[in-house]
């Protein structure tokens, strides 16, 4: 089955740094782009980064860019979100997800989620 798992969220003050992992299993990573999403309450799920596994090409979403950095390691089956300078507005779950075309911003897609992790920056 595939499976994605993320890990690294927590609570941290505003202009703390955090690194998320996202850790996948039971597929061929170079055949999927993963992004990252993520979703506050009461909100719509957001397109946070993405990244082409074979190709390495990322693309970020406005509200992000400048402040995370997302990477792979296909060899190790982990993507990461390093997100640093945090503000409240980052606050939300992150989500991992594995598609079939890359860099792209809609949820719909991604066709394989993990869980989540909360992420909390408070002020």
């Known amino acids: 089955q595939v499976q994605l798992v993320e890990s690294g969220g927590g609570l941290v003050q505003a202009g703390d740094s955090l690194r998320l992992s996202c850790a996948a299993s039971?597929?061929?990573?170079?055949?999927?782009?993963m992004a990252w999403f993520r979703q506050a309450p009461g909100k719509e799920r957001e397109f946070v980064s993405a990244?082409?596994?074979?190709?390495?090409?990322?693309a970020y979403a406005d509200s992000v860019k400048g402040r995370f950095t997302i990477s792979r390691d296909n060899a190790k089956h982990t993507v990461w979100l390093q997100m640093n300078s945090l503000k409240p507005a980052d606050t939300a779950v992150y989500y991992c997800?594995?598609?079939?075309?890359?860099?792209?911003?809609?949820?719909?897609?991604?066709?394989?989620w993990g869980q989540g992790t909360q992420v909390t920056v408070s002020s």
């Open positions: 997800a594995a598609g079939f075309s890359g860099l792209g911003a809609y949820d719909y897609e991604y066709n394989y």
């Open positions: 039971g597929l061929t990573l170079s055949g999927y782009a």
């Open positions: 990244i082409n596994w074979t190709g390495n090409n990322a």
